[in-house]
């Protein structure tokens, strides 16, 4: 196999089996969530030298973006640091190390061993690209190829916010969202920085069907602001707060579903005909940012609940 | 025009040395007010060196347009961190000015 490996690339790869060691080995846990998403940013670069821009959206957005937000508002309601484990028994920590150096070697030489030319589905896939309603491969593998996953991937995020809301304490405050009472920085922040962060989301749905984007990362960025309206004071919708919130929820999933549904009608389900296909995309693509980012926000705001959590559990700053 | 080539370049050390700068008081400064303050250069100079020396490369005016767009937020969004970083560390709660305190 032949690649251009240049000195930022074992750079990069080193950097990031350091990080991962970093972020599972400290025993401060505040530690670890930091290295993690520091790992989760040069994950993003090493996705861009693999010339793979939208994953590298993805992850900066979702996977040290909002992962790391979660993570740090679960961090607050347990103990930070680890207790003391007991020492690995050698015997046991070598036949560890085998098994994992020999599971490293074995993935290893299987992608020394990957043909050179290879074209793999990249033909099939543009044979067919301008049926599908995108530009962008990406999009039109993610939304039209296998429809079918991210149909039951937001189906997945939904179960998963239902799951967080039964464990979560019902929420005490009742009453009309009374705008952001709490940091006057974050406040000015959000403010002025709300408009951008729309227009960005809008901008990463159209773009998306020609260019990297698309639905996962515009709602990442919306839950981001999400995110900052909860730290800045703001009551996070609640699933009681009426029937809005569980519409835009369960938009997702549905605005899938129907497309799929109504493309039976031409041909099997997901079959969107292809004159309407562009239209459908970006149908379905609206209604899942929606409910991404709302359904992250819920969920941080679940997370960042105060109230919750074991009495007497410290909290980290104010 | 090779004279384009090396100004770019030497924007872009510019901009890496604010970096090294910056990480460098990250590590060896004494507390977090004064890290907080080394790690402001990176953000301000050492990014907007960067992109100045990307900017005088751009193909177009809206791709330089966006890039002076991502130094603007990333300058925004770091002044946010770092206040909110220091207020934590001092200890105070914020004023929220709406309970007048």
């Known amino acids: 196999m032949t690649w251009q490996i240049s000195a930022l690339d074992v750079l990069l790869a080193a950097s990031l089996l350091l990080l991962a060691w970093g972020a599972l080995g400290s025993a401060d846990l505040f530690k670890g969530i930091v290295l993690f998403v520091v790992f989760g940013l040069l994950m993003a670069v090493a996705w861009i030298r693999l010339a793979a821009p939208d994953i590298a959206l993805a992850e900066a957005a979702i996977g040290s973006g909002v992962t790391g937000a979660l993570l740090l508002a679960g961090l607050a309601r347990i103990e930070r640091n680890l207790p003391v484990v007991a020492e690995v ?11 994992t150096g020999a599971l490293a070697a074995v993935l290893c030489w299987s992608v020394l061993e990957l043909p050179d030319k290879a074209a793999g589905l990249t033909p099939a896939v543009e044979h067919h690209l301008p049926q599908t309603g995108a530009a962008n491969p990406v999009t039109a593998v993610v939304l039209n190829y296998r429809g079918y996953d991210t149909l039951l991937e937001m189906g997945v995020l939904l179960i998963a916010l239902i799951g967080a809301a039964v464990l979560a304490r019902p929420n005490g405050a009742r009453g009309p969202d009374r705008g952001p009472g709490g940091n006057q920085v974050l406040r000015v922040f959000l403010r002025s920085m709300a408009p951008i962060f729309v227009l960005v989301t809008g901008y990463l749905v159209w773009v998306g069907g020609h260019a990297p984007g698309g639905a996962f990362q515009a709602g990442a960025l919306l839950a981001g602001a999400g995110v900052v309206a909860v730290l800045a004071g703001h009551r996070p919708p609640s699933l009681t707060d009426g029937r809005s919130v569980r519409i835009i929820l369960a938009a997702g999933v549905l605005g899938f579903l129907a497309v799929g549904l109504g493309a039976l009608g031409s041909g099997a389900f997901l079959q969107y005909p292809p004159r309407w296909a562009k239209h459908l995309l970006l149908l379905i693509e609206v209604a899942s940012t929606a409910a991404i980012g709302l359904t992250l926000t819920m969920l941080f705001a679940y997370c960042a609940d105060r109230r919750a959590g074991p009495p007497g559990c410290q909290e980290n700053g104010s | ?21 910056g990480t460098v008081g990250l590590l060896r400064f004494p507390d977090v007010h ?27 005016i809206w791709l330089a347009s966006k890039l002076a767009l991502v ?17 934590t560390a001092l200890g105070m709660r914020a004023p929220s000015g709406r309970d007048g305190r």
């Open chain 1, 89 to 99: 028994r050698p015997t046991r920590g070598a036949w560890l190390l085998l098994g």
């Open chain 2, 1 to 21: 025009m090779a004279w384009l080539e090396y100004l770019r370049l030497g924007l872009a050390v510019a901009g890496l040395g604010f970096f090294v700068a």
């Open chain 2, 34 to 60: 004064s890290r907080l303050h080394a790690l402001s250069k990176c953000d301000n100079l050492g990014l907007g060196f960067i992109v100045l020396a990307l900017l005088l490369g751009a193909d177009s």
């Open chain 2, 71 to 87: 130094w603007v937020l990333v300058l925004f969004g770091s002044a946010t961190a770092s206040f909110l970083v220091a207020q």
